[in-house]
């Protein structure tokens, strides 16, 4: 009993970090119908930022947070303004965004790469290798703040759709492209708010990737299909969906690594994209059966 | 007055649209540069000639390198360019063949250039099967699922004991002299890639091929039109497995090992679809021009500034720059503006 709840609240913190990665996919795919395959890689690239701050001045990870969001938020616009703004009147949008992110990976990868070598990484602020006893239970550290951060992240980010006028009009946005744009919608500065807001929830979820996994650049090829398998069965554009696919994903992931093995952990999740795809394209939140 | 279409005139009508079709046909035909690919071929075939005056190794290994993308790149084509659904996971169907006849090769000492053809099949089989499944959803959702394909490809064969997991095997080296060493692969892959152009070609310009360029057009009303889409897409899966297969098959004895992290990488299946895209999708000479342009740049990056980051770097800038700038690709654009040399209308 005290194995499986150990099993569950290490899935669990995991899962946190994983819907951290996943939401910003989401909320791309959702506003601009854009599957960023370059997502993982550009978390990588936070998660350098994050690194080098800490190599160099020793700030902690968690304060440098919102720093390496904003450095990507940044690189986001940048990459929106000169790649994905020409492609939106391109008849096979979807299919074309999915190559050019896809090149956009591999540019990311080789730059960092070259940069960077690709030596695996790990930032260790005191708190990474430590943990919590409560009884028999041992709850690390730093997987621990990473969930809490990520899940205070993205319930922020809840917030400010639900509520804010911004919110509105990304959500407006993401329903009906046409119709937000005859109330009135900026739909293309909407569309670079929300690859900002995107990549930089990359950013931040470097940071926190930064401690809790090693990293190196071409380690964004095994993220890739785990971050989709999350977001394709959270529903595509549904936050909501990616947090609970990612804390169920991580927890089922966490059981079949302890009981049948490490290396089959993975598979869960690329097994799951597969199986979702074809027999729930829209996934458990999503409605839109555009995807299939 | 009015038009009595009796059947008589029906049949009229049909046998002078028929008759039209084939003036045009020989038209195209008159205008062929048929002897162009006939004469490179001779050339390609005489090269080894050349190994009686020095070592020429590096050329013929380049030659066998494009060979190899050629039909690689023309039969994802297949799928990606005749009926528009881009897989990233072809370095599946590379492993196959290639794991299939290295193994053969390393138990029974037969070679792979005889095992090929069933290499291309099992590939096929495989595709086949696969195709099932996932050609049930389209556009990203397929292009998705062909990475999954591929993460899951690779974590079976990276724990599969029988065929030497991530250690891969080693095959054993042919006996000829250095000099004419790969002289039988060369020649296969030059067959290979010959077969899979030739392939591409009369499966273009079949019923088959009409119907899969019709579902990359519009596949409800391909469909609502008459046409077995699923069994199209299926068997358009199946067939580009097989070209790939095949290649993966030679390669792996030609390269003396079998291992995962060089057959189950993506960019494997990138460098197909940069190809296909930026020679030309959906052309039958678009592949073969991207093969040759590909490798080419690639040797120049290596050549250059050796790093293998920094080729990643090259290959997903060339692959961002030619989408976003020509998204037809090589022969396609020229062929829009009526620029294509007739030499390279292979159509």
């Known amino acids: ?292 | 007055m009015a038009v009595t279409l009796d059947q008589s005139s029906a049949s009229a009508v049909v046998e002078a649209r028929r008759a039209h079709n084939e003036k045009l046909a020989r038209k195209a035909d008159q205008t062929r540069a048929t002897w162009f690919p006939l004469a490179v071929m001779a050339i390609l075939i005489a090269l080894p000639l050349l190994q009686f005056t020095g070592n020429y190794n590096y050329l013929l290994h380049m030659v066998l390198f494009t060979a190899s993308h050629v039909a690689m790149a023309s039969g994802w084509n297949i799928l990606g360019g005749f009926a528009g659904y881009i897989s990233l996971g072809h370095s599946v169907f590379f492993a196959i063949g290639g794991y299939f006849s290295g193994m053969i090769l390393a138990r029974y000492g037969i070679s792979t250039i005889v095992t090929a053809p069933l290499a291309g099949l099992l590939a096929a089989v495989v595709g086949y099967l696969i195709g099932m499944v996932t050609l049930k959803v389209r556009g990203p959702s397929f292009i998705i699922s062909s990475i999954a394909l591929l993460m899951i490809a690779r974590i079976l064969f990276d724990n599969w004991e029988l065929i030497g997991g991530a250690n891969g095997v080693t095959l054993p080296v042919n006996d000829l002299p250095v000099q004419w060493a790969k002289i039988p692969y060369y020649y296969a892959m030059l067959a290979i890639a010959a077969f899979t152009v030739w392939a591409s070609y009369k499966i273009k310009h079949s019923k088959f091929g009409l119907g899969l360029r019709a579902i990359s057009k519009d596949e409800i009303k391909a469909e609502s039109a008459g046409i077995d889409t699923r069994f199209y897409k299926v068997m358009a899966f199946a067939l580009s497995a097989f070209f790939v297969g095949m290649a993966g098959a030679v390669w792996g004895e030609y390269l003396t090992y079998l291992r995962p992290n060089i057959f189950l990488v993506i960019l494997v299946s990138a460098n197909l679809v940069l190809m296909s895209i930026l020679g030309g999708k959906g052309t039958v000479a678009g592949p073969v021009i991207g093969a040759i342009l590909i490798v080419a740049l690639n040797e120049l990056f290596v050549a250059t500034m050796g790093a293998s980051e920094i080729n990643i770097l090259g290959t997903g800038m060339v692959m961002a720059a030619g989408l976003m700038f020509f998204p037809l690709g090589l022969v396609g654009t020229l062929a829009r503006k009526g620029k294509l040399p007739r030499v390279l209308n292979w159509d």
């Not at chain 1, 329903?175 to 005859?182: S, V």
């Not at chain 1, 990616?242 to 097994?271: C, E, H, N, Q, R």
């Open chain 1, 1 to 292: 009993m005290a194995d499986i709840l150990q099993i569950l609240i290490l899935g669990l913190a995991l899962g946190g970090v994983i819907a951290l990665m996943g939401s910003g996919l989401s909320l791309v795919f959702g506003v601009m119908r854009i599957v960023n395959l370059a997502h993982p890689s550009l978390i990588i690239g936070g998660a350098y930022v994050t690194y080098w701050a800490f190599k160099m001045t020793g700030v902690d990870p968690i304060v440098m947070l919102p720093v390496a969001s904003l450095i990507m938020a940044a690189i986001g616009v940048l990459l929106y303004r000169l790649m994905f703004e020409r492609e939106t009147k391109s008849a096979k949008y979807s299919e074309m965004t999915v190559l050019l992110t896809f090149a956009l990976a591999m540019m990311v990868e080789g730059l960092l790469g070259g940069l960077f070598t690709n030596t695996q990484r790990v930032v260790s602020p005191d708190y990474a290798t430590d943990a919590f006893f409560i009884g028999d239970l041992f709850i690390p550290k730093g997987q621990l703040y990473a969930g809490i951060v990520s899940l205070v992240i993205i319930t922020a980010l809840s917030l400010f759709l639900k509520y804010s006028r911004l919110g509105y009009a990304i959500r407006a946005t993401t329903q009906n492209r046409e119709a937000a744009e005859l109330l009135g919608v900026n739909v293309n500065f909407i569309c670079i708010l929300a690859f900002a807001i995107g990549i930089g929830l990359a950013g931040a979820a470097g940071s926190l990737v930064s401690f809790v996994f090693s990293f190196f650049p071409a380690k964004h090829w095994e993220w890739i299909a785990m971050l989709m398998s999350v977001v394709v069965l959270g529903g595509m554009g549904s936050i909501l969906g990616t947090v609970v696919a990612a804390l169920l994903l991580s927890v089922i992931a966490a059981f079949v690594g302890t009981w049948i093995g490490a290396t089959w952990s993975t598979l869960t999740f690329f097994l799951a994209l597969f199986l979702i795809l074809l027999v729930r394209p829209q996934g458990l939140f999503g409605e839109k059966p555009e995807m299939a």
